[in-house]
């Protein structure tokens, strides 16, 4: 079994975008992970259902509160703040890729 095979939506994300602790694909200093995936895409490479999630819908979600409002609420900088908007992000990907996890079909794919 290919890795991330059975990796879920915000397992995809964390791993592409580079999230501390996260597992998979590590970002190079000067390569926007965007471009990257926009090329194995198009060179064909597997597998192309996150990656077509990943560039089409997931990075595109933000997470339900924004960094002022978790300071406002008294979360800490720092650290703390990052895990909570990850943690929040994830929660949004994942109910968004729940609610409509076959927008995107393979080539050939039947309704």
């Given at each position: 079994m290919a890795?991330?095979?059975n990796w879920s939506?915000?397992?995809?994300?964390?791993?592409l975008e580079g999230w501390p602790g996260a597992t998979g694909p590590r970002r190079v200093?000067?390569?926007a992970?965007?471009?990257a995936v926009a090329l194995a895409l198009a060179w064909g490479l597997q597998p192309r259902r996150p990656l077509l999630r990943w560039r089409?819908?997931?990075?595109?979600?933000?997470?339900r509160q924004t960094a002022?409002?978790?300071?406002?609420?008294?979360v800490p900088r720092g650290p703390e703040l990052g895990r909570q908007l990850r943690a929040l992000?994830?929660?949004?990907?994942?109910a968004v890729e729940q609610s409509a996890p076959e927008a995107?079909?393979?080539?050939?794919?039947r309704a």
């Open positions: 890795p991330g095979q939506a915000g397992q995809w994300t964390a791993a200093s000067g390569v992970m965007e471009q089409l819908r997931w990075r595109q979600l933000q997470p002022q409002q978790l300071l406002a609420a008294g992000r994830l929660e949004a990907i994942e995107i079909r393979s080539p050939g794919a």
